[in-house]
T-cell receptor
Framework: DAGVIQSPRHEVTEMGQEVTLRCKPISGHNSLFWYRQTMMRGLELLIYFNNNVPIDDSGMPEDRFSAKMPNASFSTLKIQPSEPRDSAVYFC????????????FGPGTRLTVT | AQSVTQPDIHITVSEGASLELRCNYSYGATPYLFWYVQSPGQGLQLLLKYFSGDTLVQGIKGFEAEFKRSQSSFNLRKPSVHWSDAAEYFCAVGGVPGTYKYIFGTGTRLKVLA
């Protein structure tokens, strides 16, 4: 069974540009999580969905960030406009449900904003 | 509030030596506990998990962890470390009531000397 798939794996863009990160969760998983990892702040939860509905977006840093999950097999995280401080590795993870289920992580997207 | 503490930021061991990585948690009920490993440039991979029952759990790659309620700890151990174990290790608590969130520790970076 394929794991969590993320694209692109690397993204380099200029400040002010729009960036879209994509995620395909594991089939049958109904919870999806977006994380950001930096050296300074570690692993931060940005937003999570359950059954395609955003449950908690309190970790989204500001209005420049938005996330959607139009169906059970696809989610996007968009940054518009991007800034150098958004440079990080962005992970998507999925799980079967609440709490007791382990999360499976994708390989991440390394974003560099110049 | 729930929290996870990994007191050791960096640990260095010689290949073949034993390893113990510490994890302490603060949680009001029986937690769901996880250890993840992250190799350079990779996503997080689940090593093992504790939900209930036997407090000593076995994981992949020869790792084990012991849940000690009295000490609020879930330490990760391996009897003989291999060079390929060099990575960053994250402890996490799940099952936060009313949410799907995990609480991750800040990670311990393991260096293995040949």
């Amino acid at each position: 069974d394929a794991g969590v798939i993320q694209s692109p794996r690397h993204e380099v863009t200029e400040m002010g540009q729009e960036v879209t990160l994509r995620c395909k969760p594991i089939s049958g998983h109904n919870s999806l999580f977006w994380y950001r990892q930096t050296m300074m702040r570690g692993l931060e939860l940005l937003i999570y969905f359950n059954n395609n509905v955003p449950i908690d977006d309190s970790g989204m840093p500001e209005d420049r960030f938005s996330a959607k999950m139009p169906n059970a097999s696809f989610s996007t995280l968009k940054i518009q406009p991007s800034e150098p401080r958004d440079s990080a590795v962005y992970f998507c993870a999925s799980s079967k449900g609440q709490g007791a289920y382990e999360q499976y992580f994708g390989p991440g997207t390394r974003l560099t904003v110049t | 509030a729930q929290s996870v503490t990994q007191p050791d930021i960096h640990i260095t061991v010689s290949e073949g030596a034993s390893l113990e990585l510490r994890c302490n948690y603060s949680y009001g009920a029986t937690p769901y506990l996880f250890w993840y490993v992250q190799s350079p440039g990779q996503g997080l991979q689940l090593l093992l998990k504790y939900f209930s029952g036997d407090t000593l759990v076995q994981g992949i790659k020869g790792f084990e962890a012991e849940f000690k309620r009295s000490q609020s700890s879930f330490n990760l151990r391996k009897p003989s470390v291999h060079w390929s174990d060099a990575a960053e290790y994250f402890c996490a608590v799940g099952g936060v009531p009313g949410t799907y969130k995990y609480i991750f520790g800040t990670g311990t970076r393991l260096k293995v000397l040949a």
